[in-house]
Each structure stands twice: as C-alpha cells, then as structure tokens.
C-alpha cells in the first residue's frame, strides 16, 4: 500500500472518505445570492410614456424653481448694494437736519456761544450715529505708527513722544467693523538728532 501523506508535489493526501469542498458548500456560502435576480415585470409603451412625461414635468418645475431662485438671487444681491446703507442714511439725516436748523437761525455776538454749543452737540451725535452702524474713529494722537491704519506725511523731531510714535494727526482713522476705511494721515515722532 502506498504512503499518501508522502505526495510529491507537495499537496496534501487524497483520501477517498473527505469529500473536497466545492464554492457552494463553503461556510458562510448563501445559495440565495447567487441565483440570477428575476427580472422586473415588463412595462407597456404606454406605462413607459407615462412615466417619461411624469419625469419631464417634474424636471420643467424644478428647473422652474431653480431659475425662480437665480434671479431672485441676483435682484437681492442688486437691492442690497444699491440700498444697503439705508439705516446709516436715515440717521445721518437726521443730523443733516440738525445742522439745517442750526443754519437757519441768524448769528448775533449774543447767540454765538449757544450757536457754538449747539454745533458742538451736532457733532456728538454725528459721532453716535456712525457708531451706531458700525464706523469707529481709530486712536491715533501718541499711538505707535501702525502703516495698516496711518499713512505718514513726514516726521518730526521730539522729545515728547517714543520714535515712531504719532506726533500729530491731520485725518482721523476709521473704521467699519473690523475694516479700515479710512487710514489717517499723520505726522511720525522721531528722535532728535
């Protein structure tokens, strides 16, 4: 009788009692995987044309819809450049209506301290106003000259203040938010030589 287990090309004895494994008796193998799927119930031309126009219509109307939206979109877009600043412009004219007033009254030597006085307030509530919508003035006067909110028209010489500090300031900077809108134009210290 022949040794088995001793195989020449290495693989491993055949013994006629195990029967070898096929792909379909595998552990974990589910027969019901790999039969064909049944195919779907065919559908009359009249059924398929139904569904075609019912697809088309649903396509008109969101393709409707999505249009609806762009030039919604865009007309928004239009409004809110073109009368964004309207609440600024309602408060500045209320103080452009202040000042009106203001000028309406004839100067005498005996008024001019109340005109002066009333300029003054005008002047705080312009202030408040542009605070109000967001415009704040930056510190400049005795500030480090920063180049993102000053621009420098010289420099002069001074013992007052550190070099490269603001000496005198001639446009005050502002901002909006967190923007710079305006940078101020300033005079820079330096250090006498």
């Known amino acids: 009788m022949a040794d088995d287990t001793n195989s020449q090309d290495g693989s491993p004895p055949k013994d006629p009692d195990v029967k070898r494994l096929s792909d379909e008796t595998e552990p974990g193998f589910d027969a019901s995987h790999s039969a064909p799927a049944k195919p779907a119930p065919a559908l009359g031309a009249d059924e398929l044309a139904a569904q075609l126009a019912k697809s088309r219509s649903d396509f008109l109307y969101l393709y409707a819809d999505f249009e609806n ?3 919604n979109a865009i007309k928004e877009r239009v409004d809110l450049r073109k009368y964004g600043c309207e609440r600024l412009v309602v408060d500045l004219l209320n ?14 030597p005996e008024n001019m301290m109340s005109f002066r006085k009333g300029i003054e307030m005008t002047a705080i509530e312009l202030k408040a106003t542009l605070n109000r919508n967001g415009i704040e003035e930056l510190p400049a006067l005795g500030q480090p000259f920063n180049p993102s909110h000053h621009e420098a028209l010289s420099s002069e010489e001074t013992a007052d203040l550190a070099p490269g500090s603001v000496s005198r300031v001639f446009k005050k900077p502002y901002k ?7 940078p101020g134009q300033v005079i820079v210290s330096k250090a006498k030589s």
């Open 176 to 182: 909006l938010h967190e923007r710079v809108v305006r």
């Open 95 to 108: 103080v452009l209506d202040i000042f009106e007033t203001a000028l309406a009254l004839e100067q005498t």
């Open 69 to 71: 939206y762009k030039k």
